[in-house]
């Protein structure tokens, strides 16, 4: 039986279930229905119209639905087979999909903070290119706009305090009118239990089963009246961490698997016969890309390869170097069909031994206090402190021409007297290329301390509740990336030379009265013996240092809001709700590392002066660099410096008007509506909207649809953000006539910053949907609703390669994509490529979801089942007017930054309690895909495009004693992924950036133990 076919038999099995039950349940309504509603948990109850209207709308009145799409999860159901975390649990939801998580992120570079739980609904974050982590969806926290926790706008929802969270709103559809910017995706809203009374505690710890992953978690949640019950009062601690784990701990991804053409008979070696070029690009139809282990980038060795010399014909270039200081031919492996790549042999790739989950320790504390002034105003004050850390190795120190290359020169004692003798003149030289030689891992050590105050007055006139409210939120970010290549420090060490004086080997720099003061205490460093920490511990000390940054986010924000009845219609009352927001923001960012210290010549030149041999453009006039420097402050870490502000005044209204009701075929009928009008002090005033009604013929069926106008406002990264220094593979495409493009496929440095003009991202929304409560079958409940979401002016910035290859097609000049290219020459590689957001794009989504609850009891036992569907009809992007839509669904992606968009997904969890035993199955379905890299005028060719469906399985026992009047200590065990699945084998295109399967999507850790107890008193 197929996967797809047990799915579905899985699905019948279910409908039978529910259909036995029937005629036992018409049999014995009366006696059973009492036993059902002792038997069954709350968790597992469907949430009542007065839990809805929280998130689905701003009108607030017992009784009243919401036209807009809502899926509620209590903390209590979602923790019953996910028990690391509240955000975790959301991401099996078919609702959100790539988001980023401790076990989703990559972990090369450290320029980013995109390593916590960042929520993704929709999927709809994360445009083609966006590496700054999942937006467009609106995070509350209890019914109020939670500021970023990071300073690129992003929110990891790991500070919210889980253990007094009652439950969690999924608002599914746009709500920008309701709710304000961002909300395009949706809302996520993290409901406080304000009225928790007592003590509760969970304690618990897992692992995997290959002994990887540690984790714990320990927390404390108190709640009491005080004032004779006037007052309350909340508090809560908790503390997680996790050990993390390494790609080389699991097998598959220790075998180097790669995408690679799978043609060679258009591969040749090159001029220099020290790689291969292939004529027909891989991907094509020509040549479709195949999996293949144990591939490598010909460029260079991981020991060290001369690269190139400054004596044309020198016979070394090419050669590896061993740690004897000896040289030996390159070995080329087995022909791929990929430009620069082989499998085997020499050649090199990013190793097995980084991480491929970071190690992360959370702490948080939160506290509230209310306290009712009269019987119909409160007041509150609440608090929020959160702590996150996290390490993880980033990229290994490299020597990788031409942006970061090493020059030999003639005279450095650590050459061998062959290699030496090769050499004619006193300034002739070897390029030296290094990439993995053993030397010790950078580290980078990421925290981010975050604070929220709030405080407000609430209360009651007449039909009328209303709310002032006055917030501050404050986010400090600190990262240090300690072990980096310092390179002022490395070019000044790599020059070593003999001192005349005394023989000894010392910097060249040191000799020259003019730097030595401003080099004192350099260490020669040796690149030509291998492993260069252990050849000269002291060099590579004085070479390395600490590239950091600290970034402060800050937002204040206060808030009035009223809602009430204004008059009663024969249907009903008339109910409106209207407020007014005002928040202010601002963004700091320092670096000691900022590129646009170095964006000019004359800037490079004055910080390396005095040093030779530091990495410069290619000229067009000699075969071996000798333009301008094109290197920065630190071996990939450079991150820019960043100011700005913005202050947002909004004012919105929405009213609920009833229009028929308890008539034949209107039991009820209603519209909704809502408007804001937001004026951003970076962007102008803008307006979004939303309509919407719901309509029941009968009693059990509920119709309903909205339409809206929303928006996103570029955030103040977005905006401000200074330069970022990047690195990637690019292949520069030779044009057919020899003019434009260098022909290589190698790594390439690019620099990406803000743009202040950046607008209003705008999308359009609308959904129709049903929900079904048959008055026949007490205890269920279905609801399916239709979506459709197009986004435009969204802001995307192209990647590296597209800009080469729009700057190719047009000739190499005349189009804007042309000017982001800094090239010594037109067929020289580029020293440079700029990256810059804009609103380019546009991005359109539909799909179905599908949600059914039923409960019942069985035996002496509750019996619940709660099955979550997403069917993902439709999701296109356009990255720039004019270019090819790129259809995503269905497609796991292919890229360094994997994502998939599988058509279908689904999560069922069946929930047994009897007594003091209980026990919960999830099951989580990701369907099948096919392998693309969408944005192509023809999709990317594989000889097995074919990604089958994969089920997830989780189980959950627990035991629950009583203690004292209420309370009860909960024992419970989980596994996680109890048959072991393991991932597809999806590797990327550049050979160990990441796992080799879809981490956006799959599950890298296998079986996982945890085992814990939860108390409540």
């Known amino acids: 039986m197929t996967k797809d076919r047990l799915f579905i038999s899985s699905l019948a099995v279910g409908a039978s279930i529910i259909a036995m039950a029937v005629p036992a349940w018409a049999q014995e309504m009366a006696a059973a229905a009492p036993a059902q509603e002792d038997a069954v948990p709350q968790a597992a109850a469907p949430a009542s119209n007065a839990d809805i209207v929280v998130t689905g709308s701003r009108i607030v009145r017992d009784g009243y639905t919401a036209p807009t799409p809502v899926t509620v999860a209590s903390t209590e159901e979602l923790a019953k087979t996910t028990p690391s975390g509240v955000a975790d649990a959301l991401n099996k939801l078919p609702q959100f999909n790539n988001s980023l998580s401790p076990s989703k992120s990559a972990n090369n570079f450290s320029n980013l903070p995109i390593h916590g739980n960042v929520l993704n609904l929709r999927g709809l974050g994360t445009p083609s290119n966006n590496p700054k982590g999942p937006l467009r969806t609106l995070i509350l926290f209890d019914g109020m706009r939670v500021s970023p926790t990071e300073y690129v706008g992003t929110i990891d929802t790991n500070v919210l305090p889980q253990l007094l969270m009652q439950r969690v709103d999924v608002v599914t559809g746009g709500a920008s009118a309701q709710w304000g910017s961002d909300a395009v995706a949706g809302v996520v809203n993290f409901i406080l239990d304000k009225k928790f009374t007592g003590f509760k505690g969970v304690a618990q710890a897992g692992v995997d089963q290959r002994g990887n992953n540690g984790n714990q978690r320990l927390g404390g949640a108190f709640g009491a009246d005080f004032a004779g019950g006037r007052g309350h009062v909340l508090l809560s601690a908790e503390y997680s961490n996790s050990d993390g784990m390494l790609r080389q701990d699991r097998d598959f991804a220790t075998q180097g698997y790669n995408f690679v053409g799978s043609v060679t008979s258009t591969c040749a070696l ?535 290859t729009n700057c190719l097609n047009a000739g190499g000049s005349g189009v804007a994509e042309c000017n982001l290219i800094e090239r010594a020459s037109p067929t020289s590689f580029p020293s440079l490529i700029r990256l810059t957001p804009a609103n380019i794009a546009f991005l359109k989504t539909a799909g179905v979801d599908f949600d059914f609850t039923y409960r019942t009891a069985v035996g002496n036992g509750g019996l619940g089942l709660r099955l979550y569907l997403n069917y993902l009809d439709k999701f296109d992007a356009q990255q720039y007017a004019g270019a090819p839509i790129a259809h995503y669904a269905g497609v796991s992606v292919v890229t360094s930054n994997p994502q998939g968009f599988p058509r279908w997904r689904g999560n069922l969890t069946v929930d047994y309690t009897n007594g003091p035993f209980g026990l919960t199955i999830g099951e989580q379905y990701i369907g099948k895909m096919r392998l693309d890299i969408p944005g192509g005028a023809t999709p990317i060719q594989f000889v097995n495009p074919k990604v089958k469906p994969v089920w997830y399985t989780d189980l959950t026992m627990r035991y629950t004693i009583p203690h004292g009047d209420g309370g009860n200590f909960e024992f419970f065990a989980t596994v996680n992924n109890l048959f072991d699945k393991k991932p597809p084998l999806i590797p990327g295109t550049v050979p160990g950036v990441n796992p080799p399967t879809n981490i956006a999507v799959y599950d890298i850790v296998g079986r996982a133990f945890t085992a814990g107890v939860r108390v409540k008193f």
């Open 270 to 804: 090159s001029a220099n016969g020290q790689s291969r070029t292939c004529t027909a690009a891989p991907g094509t139809v020509a040549n479709p890309y195949v999996v293949a282990p144990d591939i490598r980038i010909s460029a260079l060795a991981a020991n060290g390869r001369i690269v190139g010399s400054s004596v044309a014909g020198n016979p070394f270039v090419g050669r590896v170097i061993n740690n004897d200081g000896s040289t030996r031919p390159f070995n080329l492996g087995t022909v791929v069909g990929t430009t620069g790549f082989q499998q085997g042999g020499d050649g090199y790739k990013i190793p097995d031994d980084t991480n491929a989950i970071s190690p992360l320790t959370n702490y948080n504390g939160f506290g509230r206090v209310s306290y009712d002034l009269t019987d119909d105003i409160n007041f509150f004050v609440q608090g929020l402190y959160a702590r996150s850390k996290y390490h993880y190795f980033t990229q290994g120190n490299s020597l990788i021409p031409a942006t970061q290359s090493a020059r030999i020169y003639k005279g450095n004692p650590y050459l061998s007297t062959a290699l030496d003798g090769a050499l004619t003149g006193a300034n002739d030289y070897y390029v030296v290329g290094q990439q993995d030689a053993g030397q010790p891992k950078p580290i980078a050590y990421e925290k981010t301390d975050y604070w929220t105050a709030t405080t407000g007055l609430a209360g009651k006139f007449d039909d009328f509740n209303w709310q002032v409210t006055y917030s501050h939120g404050d986010s400090k970010h600190s990262m240090d990336n300690v072990g980096l290549y310092d390179n002022q420090k490395l070019y000044a060490a790599l020059d070593a030379v003999r001192d005349p004086s005394t023989g000894q080997v010392t910097c060249r720099v040191l000799l020259n009265p003019t730097y030595a003061s401003q080099y004192a205490g350099c260490k020669p460093i040796d690149v030509m013996h291998g492993d260069p920490s252990k050849s000269t511990p002291e060099g590579y000390a004085y070479a390395t240092g600490t590239s950091s940054y600290r970034a402060r986010f800050k937002q204040d924000a206060i808030a009035a809001n009223i809602s009430g009845s204004l008059f009663e219609l024969p249907a009903g009352p008339v109910d409106i709700a209207v407020g007014v927001e005002y928040r202010r923001q601002s963004l700091r960012l320092t670096s000691n590392a900022d590129p646009s210290l170095l964006d000019t010549d004359a800037e490079r030149e004055a910080y390396f002066a005095g040093l030779r041999g530091v990495p410069r453009a290619e000229s067009a006039t000699v075969p071996y660099p000798t333009g301008s420097i094109n290197t920065l402050f630190y071996w990939l870490t450079n991150v820019g410096s960043a100011a700005g502000k913005l202050n947002v005044k909004e004012a919105y209204a929405e009213l609920a008007v009833p229009i028929l009701k308890d008539t034949p075929f209107f039991r009820e009928l209603s519209v909704n509506g809502a408007i804001r009008v937001t004026d951003y002090s970076t962007s102008g005033t803008v307006k979004t909207w939303k309509v919407g009604g719901t309509w029941k013929p009968v009693d059990d069926l509920l119709l309903r649809g909205t339409y809206s106008h929303d928006i996103r406002a570029p955030n103040l990264f977005e905006l401000y953000a200074g330069a970022q220094s990047g690195i990637g593979i690019v292949n520069d495409v030779r044009s057919a006539d020899g003019s434009y493009g260098s022909g290589q496929n190698v790594n390439a440095n690019t620099v990406t910053s803000g743009n202040p003009n950046l607008k209003p991202e705008v999308a359009d929304t609308y959904t129709f949907g049903a929900v079904f409560s048959p008055s026949f079958l007490r205890g269920f409940s279905a609801s399916i609703d239709y979506y459709n979401i197009k986004v435009d002016k969204l802001i995307d910035s192209l990647s590296a390669q597209q800009i080469l």
